[in-house]
């Protein structure tokens, strides 16, 4: 029996590639309204971005680099949509 490993889409960006990551560990969110990236603050969803991102990094990257850009794109992303009112 042939058992195959899904592989995620290319992404042309490393940066879109780690944003990729986090939303698959559920470490980020879009806002419904204006599609923003929004973290959600859990900090086990962080760690399981950061483990995917050194499993399966892209190719020619490697685990460390991969764990890095991961963590710089989850740090530059606020929990709020700048363009919602109520912080939502």
Do not use: F, N, Y
């Not at 490393?14 to 560990?25: K, M, N, P, T």
């Not at 204006?34 to 969803?45: I, L, Q, S, V, Y």
């Not at 991102?53 to 020619?60: K, L, V």
């Amino acid at each position: 029996m042939l058992i195959t490993k899904e592989r995620r889409p290319t992404i042309r960006t490393l940066r879109g590639w780690a944003i990729d990551v986090l939303q698959e560990a559920g470490a980020i969110q879009e806002c419904e309204e204006h599609g923003w990236a929004k973290e959600r603050a859990d900090p086990h969803a962080r760690e399981r971005a950061i483990d995917l991102a050194r499993e399966d990094p892209p190719a020619g990257v490697s685990a460390d680099e991969a764990a890095v850009e991961v963590r710089d794109v989850l740090d530059s992303i606020g929990d709020t949509c700048p363009e919602c009112r109520d912080g939502d």
